[in-house]
């Protein structure tokens, strides 16, 4: 009914870039937050950003100055620009919209399948 599918992950050496992108399945009307988040290797998973339907916008500590999140509400899709990218941010992200209004209903917390980063040399 309401699916999230990440795209752009991949394998990138330190201090580089990589821009993950997330689509939302079609006949949705409204989201109004979307962010990114990641979960390494034996860590909790944690919030990288997100971005309100109005642009307002809320960065994790670590990734400030290195990261922009960005959406295009009438195509319900939200990215992530990922620049100088350190060992540390190897992880599975996942694309998260907190509450989605569809031609289905409404729907709260709703999570894509996840895309692997992986930054090594």
């Known amino acids: 009914q309401v699916q999230l599918v990440e795209s752009g992950g991949g394998l990138v050496q330190p201090g580089g870039s990589l821009r993950l992108s997330c689509a939302a399945s079609?006949?949705?009307?409204?989201?109004?937050?979307m962010g990114w988040y990641r979960q390494a290797p034996g860590k909790e998973r944690e919030l990288v950003a997100d971005?309100?339907?109005?642009?307002?916008?809320n960065y994790a500590d670590s990734v400030k100055g290195r990261f922009t999140i960005s959406r295009d509400n009438a195509k319900n899709t939200v990215s992530l620009q990922m620049n100088s990218l350190k060992v540390e941010d190897t992880a599975v992200y996942y694309c998260?919209?907190?509450?989605?209004?569809?031609?289905?209903?409404?729907?709260?917390?709703?999570w894509g399948q996840g895309t692997l980063v992986t930054v090594s040399s």
């Open positions: 998260n919209a907190e509450r989605v209004v569809s031609s289905y209903g409404a729907f709260f917390d709703i």
């Open positions: 971005i309100t339907t109005y642009g307002s916008t």
């Open positions: 079609r006949s949705i009307f409204s989201i109004n937050v």
